[in-house]
């Protein structure tokens, strides 16, 4: 039985078979740092506004990689690729979670 040929699960397989390149996973690894320190610098900034400071980490977060892809298609330095855009601001997701679960349950 060959799932591959069939149309139900041509997306799924599409998503499963294929890999992840090592640029993203750069991407990845640096973004949750990066959403971890953007967390911490706004809760310190303001206080005792856990789920404001967290939209703007994670807008700053979004802003922060997207303007290194935008720098990286203006200049030429680079590749101008959106799933390093992505790849970061999920690990940025990552740090910035464990930051406010630290910060919520800690």
Do not use: R
């Amino acid at each position: 039985m060959n799932f591959i040929s069939t149309n139900h699960f041509a997306h799924f397989y599409f998503f499963v078979l294929k890999k992840i390149a090592p640029d993203k996973w750069k991407h990845f690894f640096v973004g949750i740092p990066l959403g971890a320190s953007l967390q911490i610098i706004c809760l310190s900034a303001f206080p005792k506004h856990t789920w404001p400071d967290t939209a703007a980490s994670f807008v700053i977060l979004f802003a922060g990689c997207y303007a290194f892809e935008l720098y990286s298609l203006i200049t030429g330095k680079g590749h101008y690729e959106l799933p390093d855009v992505w790849a970061g601001v999920l690990g940025g997701c990552i740090g910035i979670g464990v930051v406010l679960l630290f910060c919520l349950f800690g």
